[in-house]
């Protein structure tokens, strides 16, 4: 049993307003006790920066938050360093949620294996963790995309957009993303696939979207909020579908997005949900049987931004908010 580790960690120094900056986040020491009976200690191998934690940090995301002076949550992939659970055995690569940290003990119960046939574990915090199976949960078990859809998908080279746009050219749709910046236009369209690129700054979104989808839009994948929603909304198709899954605008604290009138969805008979990507939980090894094998053959692209060492997520996580990333962001903590 180790006493007294060294815990690297990144605690809430401050709730930020509006836009993050790094001084609302503190690098600081923890050092871990003993490991109390019962429980996993494990290290951090990488952890998931992602856009939901601002309204984590603001304390008021799906009820739970964090308070100044604590470590910031978030999903990680973590070896285990130490354990007396035959189940979970020294040197097992597991998620869970290990915060913003070196080190963490976590109950058995609170463990989830990273699958044995991933060569890549970054990949369980990307399109094959949770963004990827919020993207399957969106754009095939909610949307049912198929062949002839035009989908519109913002946020367009993250990892929900990602892998929400892969998925739908599986299924013979036509893909429209929604992004910014001549890098993140080229990622778009020559590294997954999408069939045309709007860039959400240089281009007037519905002149755009009249040019590429006059037939109107089949299936739109919220991530983002107001204004794109109801820009968005206005051009459906008529029987369209709409995910509502995220809200990125809104997160930083100064914009609230109103959404489209009620009858605009009634006119273009529109089907709407909402979508918690933790409803699809218990379905992930189904997700997982099914894409594991895609990925490790080369059939699926990650689209990962990897920073290297836990000092860096703080910045990582702020240029994130301000959409200067350009792909899914991972921390590597840990090897």
């Given at each position: 049993?180790?006493?007294?580790?060294?815990?690297?960690?990144?605690?809430?120094?401050?709730?930020?307003?509006?836009?993050?900056?790094?001084?609302?986040?503190?690098?600081?020491?923890?050092?871990?006790?003993?490991r109390?009976?019962?429980?996993?200690?494990?290290?951090?191998?990488?952890?998931?920066?992602?856009?939901?934690?601002?309204?984590?940090i603001?304390?008021?995301?799906?009820?739970?938050?964090?308070?100044?002076?604590?470590?910031?949550?978030?999903?990680?992939v973590?070896?285990i360093?130490?354990?007396?659970?035959a189940?979970?055995?020294?040197?097992?690569?597991?998620?869970?949620?290990?915060?913003?940290?070196?080190?963490?003990?976590?109950?058995?119960?609170?463990?989830?294996?990273?699958?044995?046939a991933?060569?890549?574990?970054?990949?369980?915090?990307?399109?094959?963790?949770m963004?990827?199976?919020?993207?399957?949960?969106?754009?095939?078990?909610?949307?049912?995309?198929?062949?002839?859809?035009?989908?519109?998908?913002?946020?367009a080279?993250?990892?929900?957009?990602?892998?929400?746009?892969?998925?739908?050219k599986?299924a013979?749709?036509?893909?429209?993303?929604?992004?910014?910046g001549?890098?993140?236009?080229?990622?778009?369209?020559?590294?997954?696939?999408?069939d045309?690129?709007?860039?959400?700054?240089?281009?007037?979104?519905?002149?755009?979207?009249?040019?590429?989808?006059?037939?109107?839009?089949?299936?739109?994948?919220?991530?983002?909020?107001?204004?794109?929603?109801?820009?968005?909304?206005?051009?459906?198709?008529?029987?369209?579908?709409?995910?509502?899954?995220g809200?990125?605008?809104?997160?930083?604290?100064d914009?609230?997005?109103?959404?489209?009138?009620?009858?605009?969805?009634?006119?273009?008979?529109?089907?709407?949900?909402?979508?918690?990507?933790?409803?699809?939980?218990?379905?992930?090894?189904?997700?997982?049987?099914?894409?594991?094998?895609?990925?490790?053959?080369?059939?699926?692209?990650?689209?990962?931004?990897?920073?290297?060492?836990?000092?860096?997520?703080?910045?990582?996580?702020?240029?994130?908010?301000?959409?200067?990333?350009?792909?899914?962001?991972?921390?590597?903590?840990?090897?």
């Open positions: 049993m180790t006493n007294h580790l060294d815990n690297m960690a990144v605690i809430l120094a401050k709730r930020p307003e509006g836009l993050p900056n790094p001084d609302d986040f503190k690098l600081e020491n923890r050092p871990l006790g003993d109390l009976s019962g429980q996993v200690r494990c290290q951090t191998l990488y952890l998931s920066l992602d856009p939901y934690m601002r309204s984590v603001a304390g008021n995301h799906m009820g739970h938050g964090v308070d100044p002076g604590d470590v910031i949550a978030g999903e990680v973590a070896r360093v130490e354990s007396d659970d189940d979970w055995p020294v040197g097992k690569v597991v998620r869970c949620q290990g915060g913003w940290q070196q080190f963490t003990d976590q109950p058995p119960e609170a463990l989830s294996r990273v699958p044995a991933l060569s890549r574990p970054s990949l369980a915090l990307s399109i094959l963790g963004p990827g199976l919020t993207a399957w949960a969106g754009m095939v078990q909610q949307a049912k995309v198929r062949e002839g859809d035009m989908v519109v998908i913002p946020a080279v993250g990892g929900v957009g990602a892998m929400a746009a892969q998925l739908c599986r013979g749709a036509t893909t429209i993303a929604i992004t910014s001549s890098e993140k236009r080229r990622i778009a369209t020559e590294t997954l696939g999408y045309h690129c709007i860039d959400r700054i240089e281009d007037d979104l519905a002149e755009a979207l009249t040019r590429t989808a006059p037939n109107g839009v089949s299936v739109y994948f919220d991530l983002v909020g107001d204004p794109t929603l109801t820009t968005v909304a206005q051009q459906l198709s008529i029987g369209g579908r709409v995910v509502l899954c809200l990125i605008k809104d997160y930083n604290g914009h609230k997005t109103a959404g489209p009138h009620p009858g605009l969805w009634i006119t273009k008979r529109a089907t709407v949900t909402g979508l918690v990507v933790y409803d699809y939980e218990s379905q992930r090894q189904v997700f997982e049987e099914e894409f594991v094998p895609l990925a490790e053959a080369g059939e699926l692209v990650a689209n990962e931004e990897i920073h290297d060492g836990l000092a860096a997520a703080p910045d990582a996580f702020c240029d994130l908010m301000r959409g200067r990333n350009h792909g899914k962001v991972v921390v590597r903590v840990g090897e």
